[in-house]
């Protein structure tokens, strides 16, 4: 399926500093950090050589930093504004071929959805996989792979502001210069107008319930486990329902 001489790492973009969520990506599901939550996940995947946590160099960063260090995980401070480029520099602080993007507002992120974008980017010549490139998966879900060397191109390529805050924009909005292939939900999996990823405070109401309702039960549930409770229990829905997403042009 992927070749073994390629070192693939999972990139985490993490920082306290949030208009509508301060802190976000560590308040507690069910009594343990999101981003903990996050790491354990991504830990789980059978293609992931290495996972490095991008946060900033701001000093409110730093319980971050704390975290990661309890947890055993690598990080790297960056920018805050250039998210692309803390993103490519924490990439090559770990010497990695190919970058797996995950932003640290989806704690809720499936290792088997990790996986299957990671087999998809190796069927073919591609220079970005995706499950978001057009949205039908819920929100919270998404899982982008690319090239290092694809994401240093771009760095060379772009200075706009929405390229730079957003890392892989600029790949997936120029189709006809990178080669990019797109994973769509099918079933129940097709909900593309629910949200599982922490923006508000009522994200956060509806994850930690969804942790709570399935953490005792299984450590490693899956997206499909997610999807089967919020359809037995529509109540859990109505929690976040209300939230409106910003797209990407709103930063």
């Not at 999972?10 to 306290?16: D, K, N, P």
């Not at 939550?37 to 960063?61: K, P």
């Given at each position: 399926?992927?070749?073994?001489n390629?070192?693939i790492?999972a990139?985490v973009?993490?920082?306290?500093?949030?208009?509508?969520l301060?802190?976000?990506?560590?308040l507690?599901l069910?009594g343990k950090?999101?981003?903990?939550i996050l790491?354990e996940?991504?830990?789980r995947?059978?293609?992931i050589?290495d996972?490095?946590?991008?946060?900033t160099?701001?000093?409110?960063?730093d319980?971050i930093?704390?975290?990661?260090?309890?947890?055993?995980c690598?990080y790297?401070?960056?920018?805050?504004?250039?998210?692309?480029?803390?993103v490519?520099?924490?990439?090559?602080l770990?010497?990695?071929d190919?970058?797996?993007?995950?932003?640290?507002?989806?704690?809720?992120i499936d290792?088997?959805?990790?996986?299957r974008?990671i087999e998809?980017?190796?069927?073919?010549?591609?220079?970005?996989?995706?499950?978001?490139?057009e949205?039908?998966?819920?929100?919270?879900?998404d899982v982008?792979?690319?090239?290092?060397?694809?994401l240093?191109?771009?760095?060379k390529?772009t200075?706009?502001?929405?390229?730079r805050?957003?890392?892989?924009?600029?790949?997936?909005s120029h189709?006809?210069?990178?080669?990019?292939?797109?994973w769509k939900?099918?079933?129940?999996?097709?909900w593309?107008?629910?949200?599982?990823?922490l923006?508000?405070?009522?994200?956060?109401?509806?994850?930690?319930?969804?942790?709570e309702?399935?953490?005792?039960?299984?450590g490693?549930?899956s997206?499909?486990?997610?999807?089967?409770?919020?359809?037995n229990?529509?109540?859990?829905?109505?929690?976040?329902?209300k939230?409106?997403?910003?797209?990407?042009l709103?930063?």
């Amino acid at each position: 399926m992927y070749k073994q001489n390629e070192k693939i790492t999972a990139t985490v973009e993490a920082r306290m500093a949030s208009s509508r969520l301060p802190g976000k990506v560590i308040l507690p599901l069910s009594g343990k950090p999101a981003l903990e939550i996050l790491v354990e996940r991504i830990r789980r995947s059978r293609y992931i050589d290495d996972i490095v946590v991008a946060t900033t160099v701001n000093e409110m960063d730093d319980p971050i930093i704390e975290l990661c260090k309890n947890i055993k995980c690598k990080y790297f401070r960056g920018s805050e504004n250039d998210v692309l480029k803390r993103v490519l520099e924490a990439a090559r602080l770990v010497g990695t071929d190919i970058v797996v993007e995950i932003t640290g507002d989806c704690p809720l992120i499936d290792h088997r959805h990790i996986d299957r974008v990671i087999e998809l980017f190796y069927s073919g010549s591609y220079d970005y996989a995706s499950n978001a490139i057009e949205r039908s998966f819920p929100v919270g879900f998404d899982v982008e792979v690319f090239p290092l060397k694809v994401l240093e191109k771009v760095d060379k390529i772009t200075n706009d502001p929405i390229d730079r805050v957003h890392v892989s924009y600029y790949i997936y909005s120029h189709p006809e210069e990178f080669r990019l292939v797109n994973w769509k939900a099918e079933g129940d999996m097709f909900w593309p107008e629910l949200g599982i990823t922490l923006d508000e405070k009522e994200d956060y109401e509806l994850i930690n319930r969804i942790c709570e309702e399935l953490l005792p039960k299984d450590g490693d549930f899956s997206a499909e486990k997610i999807i089967t409770l919020l359809k037995n229990k529509p109540e859990l829905v109505e929690i976040n329902k209300k939230v409106r997403r910003k797209n990407v042009l709103e930063g």
